[in-house]
């Protein structure tokens, strides 16, 4: 054989070599394990060949921020996932159980149990005014890094009204805006941090708040609003803002948000210092309160989320379209840790 023809053998062999131990080895695309992070969407799905994430799971809990190459910090995976779609409990839409309430649609949701306690026109689609702040705050919450600085644009320091007096270009804290947001329900907070969440794409960002939505489970909601100010499209049901409230406090942001009643932070636009208080007057007049949003516009109406411990057991309350949030809420609250005691 010709010296020239054993050296292409030589070459020809090493090279199958190389090929069958990186396949034995996992390395190529040929069996083995496989796990995908799409950062982008907020989910993590990892699979090893034969398993296949359950359809329940929106994203693994993890501890341990992900890195890349260059050692820079990707978004943790969101903690909260989805739960089963909730059962009514039995006689929970009987007209002779219903508390006499003013609003238009409502429910009451023991958490605990995934039940549907009380519940009148819960899935009618509705605006909801100030409580689309609720995703909002939650998708905050899930991005983390609260210390990250917004700038404000012209768009968002406009929106009217309801606002924290946001100075266009100025930069604000994540977490100054989280809080001006959910207490003090400020729209141009709002704004801006859907502005930044969406890389400075209004669509964008509505995008992310309905596929989170999807995520958790929300079947009529449909988001158009970083604010809640757009009562044409920005639409979502009683039972879907019973639902998220359930799931955003797992988060340990949100939570910790929604039941502060007073949050003082540092003001860089003047030097001094900014007190923010829930507007949630629950927090302070009804025993057990942990959380939730008010809302209102003149088409929305009265529009409340609470929810409400006694002892084991947590019940959340959504009023729509009330005249009268204050007075509804503690009746609906009343009336359904009275079904299930």
Same mark, same amino acid.
């Given at each position: ?103 238009? &649609?409502?429910? !009451?949701?023991? #958490? =605990?149990? @995934?039940?549907?306690? %009380? ?6 689609? $509705?605006? +909801? ?23 404000? &644009?012209?768009? !968002?320091?406009? #929106? =009217?009204? @309801?606002?924290?007096? %946001? ?6 804290? $994540?977490? +100054? ?32 708040? @309905? ?131």
């Amino acid at each position: 054989m010709r010296p020239l023809h054993v050296l292409l053998l030589t070459i020809l062999v090493i090279g199958l070599i190389g090929f069958t131990t990186k396949v034995l080895t996992g390395g190529g695309e040929a069996g083995g394990s496989s796990a995908t992070t799409a950062v982008g969407s907020n989910t993590v799905v990892a699979s090893t060949g034969t398993q296949t994430p359950t359809a329940t799971t929106v994203a693994a809990a993890s501890t341990e921020p992900k890195t890349t190459r260059d050692n820079i910090e990707l978004p943790l995976a969101p903690l909260v996932v989805r739960r089963p779609a909730p059962t009514y409990m039995a006689g929970a839409e009987s007209p002779a159980n219903q508390p006499r309430l003013a609003a238009g &649609s409502y429910v !009451a949701l023991d #958490v =605990e149990k @995934n039940q549907i306690v %009380l519940a009148y026109d819960d899935t009618q689609r $509705r605006p +909801v005014a100030s409580l689309t702040k609720m995703m909002t705050g939650l998708l905050v919450s899930e991005a983390g890094n609260l210390a990250h600085m917004v700038t404000v &644009s012209e768009t !968002a320091a406009g #929106v =009217e009204p @309801n606002k924290d007096g %946001l100075i266009i270009g100025n930069r604000y804290p $994540r977490g +100054v805006l989280l809080y001006s947001a959910l207490l003090g329900s400020n729209n141009d907070a709002a704004a801006a941090l859907g502005e930044d969440l969406g890389e400075g794409n209004y669509g964008r960002y509505y995008r992310q708040m @309905n596929r989170r939505g999807k995520q958790l489970g929300l079947t009529g909601t449909q988001y158009a609003s970083s604010s809640g100010l757009n009562d044409a499209t920005n639409l979502s049901t009683a039972r879907d803002q019973a639902i998220l409230l359930a799931r955003a406090l797992e988060n340990p942001t949100f939570a910790r948000a929604v039941r502060t009643w007073r949050h003082t932070v540092r003001w860089n636009d003047t030097g001094g210092k900014r007190t923010y208080e829930n507007h949630n007057k629950m927090l302070q007049t009804f025993a057990g309160t942990i959380g939730g949003k008010t809302g209102f516009t003149t088409l929305a109406g009265g529009c409340l989320a609470v929810a409400v411990r006694r002892g084991d057991r947590t019940i959340i309350g959504v009023v729509l379209g009330t005249k009268d949030i204050w007075g509804d809420m503690p009746r609906l609250i009343n009336a359904a840790f009275k079904r299930t005691s």
